[in-house]
């Protein structure tokens, strides 16, 4: 079946402009989450929803960062006014249930991000 | 809080060599202990994952890990490396309890050569 898909992948954005980045994950799973995975460096968490409900949003960088899941599925993340920091890969990822780690998290091939 | 901390960055092994790759956790929880591989422009699989149950864990692609409380370590081993396991690899931790919200070292590069 379809795994987590992410669009687009590759994004390259002028310092200052606004980005959208879109997460589908795979039909049916409650929670969701995003990473931003900076060059040579593990991924670190930026927020989680649990169906439509942003439930923790404590690794988001700063107030340029947005995400939304507003009908509990596809997830977007956004950023405002982005800056060279934000050049990373930011990766979706999707899980059945909720607190449960028999359920693995579902990784996207994420999309790549380039502020000049 | 929970960080897991990986010991080199890059490893070489040589083709049908044992490969072994070092974590470290911290946690003031019992931990969910993962390791998941990464190939290039791809997002992360999960090889294995240890949730209190049996302390060795086994997975995908031949590899497995031990979980070891006394020394805090959750190695990740491979009897014989094979070509197609070149990636790179992160361990990773969760509280055993919430939502799953994972901590990723900062990840192993295993080369391996011919």
């Known amino acids: 079946g379809a795994g987590v898909s992410q669009s687009p992948r590759y994004k390259v954005a002028k310092r200052g402009q606004d980005v959208a980045l879109r997460c589908d994950p795979i039909?049916?799973?409650?929670?969701l989450f995003w990473y931003q995975q900076a060059l040579g460096q593990g991924p670190e968490f930026l927020t989680y929803?649990?169906?439509?409900?942003?439930?923790?949003k404590s690794g988001l960088p700063s107030d340029r960062f947005f995400a939304e899941r507003p009908e509990g599925s596809v997830s977007t993340l956004k950023i405002q006014r982005t800056q060279q920091e934000d050049s990373a890969v930011y990766l979706c990822?999707?899980?059945?249930?909720?607190?449960?780690?028999?359920?693995?998290?579902?990784f996207g091939p994420g999309t790549r991000l380039t502020v000049t | 809080a929970q960080s897991v901390t990986q010991l080199g960055s890059h490893v070489s092994v040589s083709e049908g060599a044992l490969v072994l790759l070092r974590c470290n956790y911290s946690?003031?929880?019992?931990?969910?202990l993962f390791w998941y591989v990464q190939y290039p422009n791809q997002g992360l699989q999960l090889l294995l994952k240890?949730?209190?149950?049996?302390?060795l864990v086994k997975g995908i692609n031949g590899f497995e890990a031990e979980f070891k409380k006394s020394e805090t370590s959750f190695h990740l081993t491979k009897p014989s490396a094979h070509m197609s396991d070149a990636a790179e690899y992160f361990c990773?931790?969760?509280?055993?309890?919430?939502?799953?919200?994972?901590?990723f070292g900062t990840g192993t590069k295993l080369q391996v050569i011919p």
């Open positions: 990822a999707s899980s059945l249930v909720m607190g449960d780690p028999d359920y693995e998290q579902y």
């Open positions: 039909s049916g799973h409650v929670s």
């Open positions: 929803f649990q169906n439509e409900a942003q439930l923790d």
């Open positions: 946690s003031s929880v019992p931990p969910y």
């Open positions: 240890y949730t209190s149950a049996a302390t």
């Open positions: 990773a931790v969760s509280d055993s309890g919430g939502y799953q919200k994972v901590t």
